[in-house]
């Protein structure tokens, strides 16, 4: 016995515990289970249920377009709910970045292609919202490595609009609230169209100033 610690010897004082890779690899897989990724999930299993509700009868029983509209809403709130709560609790996981947008776009898409198939709302719009969504995801890879476009308030206006659009189609609704359907929809069309617009732009600037201080920096 040499009389020093074995902090002091260069040592920690204590044997690794037997399986410690094993049991880090246990945590690491279990905060895949957090409660944003499985309000996430939720969303994901939430769109075939959807379509079978909304589809059901032939897609015209006011009594199923209700428990259509009901999962539907349900998606919403929960797009709401896990990105707060995965910013706020830190518990922001890989699948929840690859998750999250496929989820959203998953339970919009289906349900525009539900209303279109059925004859409630014009292919074009479904093509427009659809078209936006897809350009905007490939354009963030496309100035990926200059950096990240943040959501405006444009941006939230658009999808909070497009919600309730698609969620008073969904319901069989007649008289003044088919007609004001019409023009919220019209409005997160318009919004739809202008933000994808003021992305783009943002876009082809970000990509110049990257590629302006990448010269500067060569």
């Known amino acids: 016995m040499t009389g020093v610690p074995a902090s002091a010897a260069g040592g920690t004082g204590r044997q690794p515990a037997p399986g410690g890779k094993l049991g880090a690899a246990a945590v690491n897989q279990a ?12 969303r994901l299993v939430l769109v075939p249920v959807f379509v079978a509700l909304m589809l059901a009868e032939g897609g015209y029983d006011p ?3 209700a428990f259509a509209w009901a999962a539907f809403a349900i998606a919403m709130i929960t797009d709401v709910f896990d990105g707060h709560l995965a910013r706020t609790y830190n518990l922001v996981t890989d699948f929840g970045k690859i998750a999250d947008p496929i989820a959203d776009k998953a339970i919009m898409g289906a349900a525009l ?4 198939w059925l004859g409630d709302l014009p292919w074009w719009v479904t093509g427009v919202i659809l078209g936006r969504e897809l350009g905007i995801t490939l354009l963030r890879f496309w100035v990926i490595r200059y950096g990240v476009i943040p959501a405006s308030r444009g941006g939230k206006l658009k999808t909070l609009s497009q919600g309730i659009a698609v969620g008073m189609y969904v319901l069989a609704l007649t008289g003044p609230l088919a007609t004001l359907r019409f023009w919220v929809m019209a409005l997160a069309v318009v919004l739809t169209v202008a933000t994808g617009l003021d992305y783009i732009r943002q876009a082809i600037v970000l990509r110049r100033q990257g590629q302006a201080a990448e010269e500067h920096a060569a």
């Open 31 to 42: 905060s895949l289970w957090n409660i944003a990724n499985i309000l996430t999930m939720v």
């Open 63 to 65: 009594a199923w377009r």
């Open 113 to 116: 292609i539900c209303l279109s």
